[in-house]
């Protein structure tokens, strides 16, 4: 597809629950990006890949969390034992790093997760 | 720690009149800023840029100005639009991945 492609739209898990949320990147984009947003507030950084590799995992709030890109495309974010703290919209964006400069990410549409 | 503060939550504006959103950030390593634009439900939408090499950056009706040693930066909208209306987050990256810290977002309502 045209844009970075998110699912489920939305999941409501029970407390103990564990979750799988996907990202389809925009094909050749390099970098991919998982952001975590509560209600509102601004979009917070969980973890980055430069394709397979995950170079950044500072954001990840607890070891509950984790995040893959095995061949570098799709990604998956798990949760492990969800918390009613962990409700939120999980949004993930790509970008063609070009070395040397910025380009701006695509944000999917994200994936709202309630635990009840 | 916010390192990205957009203190006003919301902002009204008169449609074809100017729409000024501003962003304040703590962190002197930050070298690139952007603005996206968020609908209900769906996810942030790019608008414009600027790095921490211009002051100024222009693209039809929106305009980014950076004021770095104040740490501030605003959008302007001119002229507003009805369809402008969406929450607006004020972003900042300062390493070479692209990294972004955003601000709490402003909702922004153009009435006719």
């Known amino acids: 597809g045209a844009g970075v492609s998110q699912s489920p739209r939305y999941k409501v898990a029970k407390r103990g629950q564990d979750v799988a949320l996907r990202c389809d990147p925009i094909s050749g984009h390099v970098s991919l990006f998982w952001y975590q947003q509560a209600l509102g507030q601004g979009p917070e950084f969980l973890t980055y890949?430069?394709?397979?590799?995950?170079?950044?995992k500072s954001g990840l709030p607890s070891d509950r969390f984790f995040a893959e890109r095995p061949e570098g495309s799709v990604s998956t974010l798990k949760i492990q034992r969800t918390q009613q703290e962990d409700s939120a919209v999980y949004l993930c964006?790509?970008?063609?790093?070009?070395?040397?400069?910025?380009?701006?990410?695509?944000f999917g549409q994200g994936t709202r997760l309630t635990v009840v | 720690d916010q390192q990205v503060k957009q203190n006003s939550p919301s902002l009204s504006v008169q449609e074809g009149r100017i729409s000024i959103l501003n962003c304040d950030y703590t962190n002197s390593m930050f070298d690139y800023f952007l603005w996206y634009k968020k609908y209900p439900a769906e996810g942030p939408t790019f608008l414009i840029s600027i790095s921490s090499i211009k002051d100024k950056n222009e693209d039809g009706r929106f305009t980014v100005f950076l004021n770095k040693s104040a740490k501030h930066l605003s959008l302007h909208i001119v002229p507003s639009q009805p369809g402008d209306s969406a929450v607006y987050f004020c972003a900042a990256s300062g390493d070479s991945w692209g990294k972004l810290q955003f601000g709490a977002g402003t909702q922004v309502v153009v009435t006719p």
């Open positions: 964006a790509s970008s063609l790093e070009i070395s040397g400069w910025y380009t701006e990410a695509f």
């Open positions: 890949f430069q394709n397979e590799a995950q170079l950044d």
